[in-house]
């Protein structure tokens, strides 16, 4: 029954996610995000971290969404308006997903599952203590750049639908 439900949560998953990247309408690819974060928090669920599911809701489903949405209505992205990209840029956003697509699978090659040290430390790894001690000790200054850079773009975001008075 687990496993079941697990591919029907990775299904959603990565069609959701394949939606939000190929969809033209950007508040369609929004609330696919939607769908996919929503999935995503299924996969917490099931891995017994109820917490971070929670809080993956909380904080993605719900702050980040209304940012990005509130970012998109107010920017007022139109097709019509939308110039057409150059060759150059096409061929360097291919050839950036294509390095990142590198990255992503040697850092999967390269990753040692650690299922004997959890088994044999005692510890609940999943208590708010101790994600609150790794995220705040040993990830504080990427968790803090990951809320600069939300804090820039949607500055960036307001400031490039600003009209000029003439």
Do not use: W
């Not at 150059?86 to 590198?102: D, E, F, G």
């Not at 040692?112 to 994600?131: G, L, R, W």
């Not at 609150?132 to 040993?138: A, M, R, T």
């Not at 990951?146 to 000029?164: D, H, Q, T, Y």
Request: charged share 10%; hydrophobic share 60%.
């Amino acid at each position: 029954m687990i496993t079941i439900i697990f591919y029907i949560l990775a299904a959603i998953t990565l069609g959701s996610g394949l939606l939000t990247v190929l969809s033209k309408n950007p508040v369609h690819s929004a609330i696919y995000m939607i769908v996919c974060f929503f999935s995503i928090a299924g996969h917490f669920l099931m891995l017994n971290a109820q917490f971070l599911s929670v809080i993956h809701i909380i904080v993605y489903t719900g702050a980040i969404m209304v940012l990005l949405l509130f970012t998109l209505m107010l920017m007022n992205l139109n097709e019509q308006h939308e110039p057409a990209k150059k060759i150059a840029s096409r061929v360097a956003a291919t050839v950036s997903a294509c390095l990142m697509v590198v990255v992503m699978l040697a850092a999967l090659l390269k990753a040692t599952p650690q299922i004997e040290v959890y088994k044999n430390a005692e510890v609940d790894f999943q208590s708010v203590k101790v994600i609150g001690d790794v995220i705040l000790n040993e990830y504080l200054v990427p968790f803090e750049f990951a809320s600069v850079l939300l804090i820039a773009s949607m500055i960036g975001a307001v400031l490039i639908s600003k009209r000029e008075n003439r």
